[in-house]
């Protein structure tokens, strides 16, 4: 069984059932039917069928964002907002596929010679809990657009999202077997990588899972894409709009209740302006209301599960046991629900976790750099690199850092980290490899088969 439990009340939701080898087989088979005909389907009536998902996801959109809310705590107005994305991602490559997948010419010798992107058949999704849907529909919409075909194992705490997104999927009208939804362990997900007919594997998860993932494709000789988290460095430097900067800085540490990949984790800040800063972002993290996500003052709600909790609770004790100071927070309330507070954590040091790990809640670490070179330095002594933000009123001299110094996917100046559609999304060292989103992630899982005419 795979259950559903309310992350503000600690209650269960409602429980659901695993499926059977037997089905698990039969469906895996079917993705493979299925994408002999849909790999055909031309990419007008792909489309159509994806500009339907869309229009159900904007009519549904209330019912969704509260079932999110449910199973995973995220604050109603957000996981509205996610299921709009996730519409908008829909649209956009329902717009723009034909474009992005168009034969590729190139001048030789041939007569004609070109590359031509094709798909490459059923694809594995292991998806997380933090974002069910927009994690989802982020690799779904480019991969059915290329014709590939889409099995989904969903995070075991959001199985109702997994049914839900198949049921959308069913509605607009896509034939059976293109999109399938599988409430299955951990433990199956091996059996799926070694079929013969599944051609790759996505996942987004921790890097233990991705290690684990990728081990398996790889001996299996299956492609992958991996986006493991982050420990998303944000430099405030010595000319920023430091009130700003601490906007800012709040909401990208507090987004999805301190639970986002790409959320601030680390605040590194040249000392110029630091106390300024801490100041500014102290008096904005204080002002968060904890509470009730389906209240319209709550601005941070419950993590998703209790051992996230405890987890992250430990890594806050172990960072102050070897040396940093808890500026604010970094207690366990009582009561029920998983509930964590805004918590600042200063001085802190080198082999403590609040300085290397990833914290996934809504604890800050805050850093003191003594120039603009100490503070690259520190951004990018970290295993990971997903995303990164620079604050200066100096737009040339934050760019300049962005496009040059700081190691990650993704290096925004003066704004929170965030995905986009039109963007390539992903990272590099720890933080995994591969791209989704834009034309990058429309070409992941697509054979660029050469095609060359005399």
């Known amino acids: 069984m795979q259950t559903a439990i309310d992350p503000t009340t600690g209650k269960n939701v409602k429980s659901y059932k695993l499926i059977s080898n037997k089905k698990l087989n039969k469906t895996i088979f079917g993705a493979q039917a299925a994408f002999q005909e849909w790999s055909r389907t031309d990419l007008e009536e ?52 034909e474009r992005f997948l168009r034969d590729e010419y190139i001048a030789t010798e041939a007569s004609k010679s070109y590359i031509s992107y ?29 014709g590939n075909t889409i099995l989904l194992k969903h995070a ?48 987004t998860g921790s890097v233990g899972a991705g290690r684990a993932v990728a081990g398996m494709a790889g001996k299996a000789l299956k492609k992958t894409v991996l986006e493991l988290g982050g420990s998303d460095p944000y430099l405030i430097l010595d000319d920023a709009d430091v009130i700003k ?31 300024q800063f801490l100041e500014a972002f102290k008096a904005q993290m204080e002002e968060a209301v904890m509470g009730d996500p389906l209240e319209a003052e709550t ?37 029920k629900g998983f509930f964590y507070p805004p918590t600042i954590l200063t001085d802190v040091k080198k082999g403590t976790p609040a300085y290397h790990e990833e914290l996934f809640g809504p604890v800050a670490s805050v850093i003191q750099a003594r120039d603009e070179e100490e503070a690259i330095l520190i951004a990018n002594d970290t295993s990971y ?70």
Request: net charge positive.
């Open 385 to 454: 690199g997903l995303g990164s933000a620079v604050f200066t009123q100096n737009i040339e001299r934050g760019e300049q850092i962005a496009r040059e110094h700081l190691q990650a996917g993704a290096c925004f100046v003066n704004e929170m980290v965030k995905s986009d559609p039109r963007l390539p999304f992903g990272g590099i060292k720890n933080s995994g490899y591969g791209r989704e989103l834009s034309h990058y992630g429309l070409r992941e899982f697509t054979n660029p088969k050469t095609v060359y005419i005399e």
């Open 299 to 335: 601005a941070l709600g419950p993590l998703a599960r209790q051992d996230l909790r405890d987890q992250l609770h430990a890594q806050v004790k172990k960072s102050v046991k070897g040396g940093a100071k808890r500026l604010i927070g970094g207690k366990k309330p009582k009561g």
């Open 245 to 275: 900067a601490a906007q800012v800085c709040t909401k990208g540490r507090l987004l999805n209740n301190g639970q986002s990949c790409i959320g601030a984790k680390r605040f590194i800040v040249m000392r110029q302006v630091y106390n």
């Open 156 to 203: 075991p705490n959001v199985p109702g999202c997994a049914l839900a997104i198949a049921d959308i999927m069913e509605k607009a009208g896509f034939p059976k077997g293109v999109f399938s939804s599988l409430i299955i362990d951990e433990k199956r997900v091996k059996k799926i990588i070694k079929n013969r007919v599944v051609r790759g594997v996505t996942l």
């Open 118 to 146: 094709r798909p490459l058949g059923v694809i594995l999704a292991v998806m997380p809990w933090n974002f069910p849907f927009w994690q989802v529909f982020r690799f779904a919409a480019p991969n059915l657009m290329a």
């Open 46 to 97: 792909r489309a159509r069928l994806l500009r339907e998902a869309a229009r159900i996801l904007g009519e549904e959109q209330d019912a969704l964002a509260m079932l999110i809310t449910r199973e995973m705590g995220k604050l109603l107005k957000d996981a509205k907002a996610e299921v709009e994305k996730c519409a908008w991602v829909c649209l956009y490559y329902a717009q723009n596929a």
